[in-house]
């Protein structure tokens, strides 16, 4: 029974996604990330940052911590849905 009630759900953001022509990850509330070579990176749906220093920020979303590493790092523009974050990143890695 728990089973179909997970399927159903899933139906159910599947069914909205195409209703309203809609990505299914925006419906879903998961992170989107874009990166601009290794100079910048936006990211939608964070739930608030947990760590920040110039060389790494920690961010909170649905889908894990988003873990960003470089040198330089700035939050360059943040409000509750989007951040930006500058400097010469090095990497960026999900932290489940």
């Known amino acids: 029974m728990e089973r179909n009630r997970k399927e159903r759900e899933g139906g159910v953001?599947?069914?909205?996604?195409?209703?309203?022509?809609?990505?299914?990850?925006?419906?879903?509330?998961?992170?989107?990330?874009e990166m601009v070579g290794s100079r910048q990176m936006y990211l939608e749906h964070h739930q608030g940052i947990l760590a920040y220093s110039d060389s790494r920020i920690d961010?909170?979303?649905?889908?894990?911590?988003l873990c960003v590493k470089g040198e330089g790092l700035s939050l360059l523009?943040?409000?509750?849905?989007?951040?930006?974050?500058?400097?010469?990143?090095s990497s960026v890695e999900w932290v489940k």
């Open 13 to 33: 953001l599947s069914t909205v996604a195409e209703l309203f022509d809609l990505p299914a990850d925006v419906v879903a509330g998961l992170p989107r990330l």
């Open 59 to 65: 961010v909170n979303t649905a889908a894990g911590v």
């Open 77 to 89: 523009a943040m409000t509750g849905e989007e951040l930006r974050i500058g400097g010469s990143l």
